[in-house]
């Protein structure tokens, strides 16, 4: 039995390979022609050293001076000489340049549009190859912008396995791809991208998790949601959705059926416009309760405009939440996409 392995580049790029039985991952990684950092290939060096963020795995034979005991812990590991027991992702201590290795570049067919409001358009792909396209929950792409050489950086909304891949943007007056979207755009276009980035994806299931989403911030979080759905898992998920407008709240139906389908998931939503119909007004932070947490042990993903992370992460400072893991993802209308964050 094969496994898949996620190694995640310092610049942010992600490449997939496929890990045979007994095979290392240095191994396995050389076949694909990524050359991740490696001397001694004995583990006698530490050249290799990586961290190993999700899944399982035999840490093979090394030395104390290439990893100690406190770094193994820790889920630092050795490519060299560990043998996956199920699927990783590992952050590998360099860029894809260095590895010799780039983001694959895809072609797709636009085979749907949703206008929600004024505000927010989203949209559907298909893609020939689509077996060929791997990547984590929450990660994104950058799409060039047809007619231009510019690209933008969107998250996928849908999960990773599905035959389509949709997308929510956020319509900015003069924006590249908002003014493509809100007045060329139509089923039949060709759009290309580039990926898949990032570091703001789901992780290992250990224990509870709360979701918080600002505006399109939600995207990436429904593509988590749909691979939690895949698993086999009661731990609680709970989700926080949190607009500006009644108008800009989109996917409700999604977070419905969500709801219905997998266990132990629940949502509240909040519109912070005061005039607003929604049962809930005001700002995520508002519907934060003690229990939701579990006296921090907790994993939480975060993904909204910078002003709503840094109000987030401001309130737990001050409420003294010290979460297990903290994941978070600010993005922004400009040219610039994503930034991704770390595990606090």
Do not use: W
Not at 55 to 70: F, K, R, V
């Amino acid at each position: 039995m094969s496994f898949q392995v996620a190694l995640a580049f310092e610049d942010g790029v992600t490449r997939f390979i496929k890990c045979g039985p007994y095979e290392t991952v240095a191994d396995a990684s050389y076949k694909a022609r990524i050359n991740i950092p490696l001397d001694c290939r004995d583990g006698a060096c530490g050249t290799c050293k990586s961290l190993c963020e999700s899944g399982s795995y035999d840490g093979g034979d090394y030395i104390d001076e290439a990893l100690t005991d406190e770094e193994a812990e820790a889920g630092y590991c050795l490519p060299c000489q560990m043998t996956p027991e199920s699927d990783l992702v590992l952050q590998i201590p360099t860029t894809s340049d260095v590895a010799k290795t780039a983001a694959a570049t895809y072609s797709g067919t636009i085979t749907a549009i949703a206008r929600f409001s004024e505000n927010t358009i989203g949209f559907t792909l298909e893609i020939p190859n689509r077996n060929e396209l791997v990547f984590l929950p929450g990660q994104y792409v950058n799409i060039q912008v047809p007619g231009t050489t510019q690209t933008r950086s969107y998250s996928f909304s849908t999960g990773p396995y599905t035959r389509e891949l949709s997308f929510l943007v956020k319509i900015t007056a003069g924006g590249l791809m908002s003014e493509y979207l809100r007045g060329r755009a139509a089923v039949g276009d060709t759009l290309e991208f580039t990926g898949p980035f990032g570091s703001f994806f789901l992780r290992e299931r250990k224990r509870p998790a709360v979701l918080l989403a600002g505006g399109t911030g939600l995207a990436p979080l429904l593509s988590i949601l749909a691979k939690m759905e895949t698993e086999d898992s009661d731990l609680p998920v709970h989700l926080i959705y949190g607009v500006t407008f009644d108008h800009d709240l989109v996917e409700l139906d999604k977070l419905a059926a969500f709801r219905d389908s997998l266990q132990n998931f629940s949502y509240q939503y909040c519109v912070s416009d005061a005039a607003s119909n929604a049962p809930n007004k005001g700002y995520v932070m508002s519907l934060f309760t003690p229990e939701m947490f579990n006296g921090g042990d907790v994993d939480i993903y975060l993904c909204g405009p910078p002003p709503m992370v840094e109000a987030v992460r401001q309130q737990f400072l001050s409420d003294g939440l010290e979460p297990t893991n903290f994941f978070f993802e600010k993005f922004s209308s400009a040219a610039a996409g994503a930034a991704s964050g770390a595990a606090a």
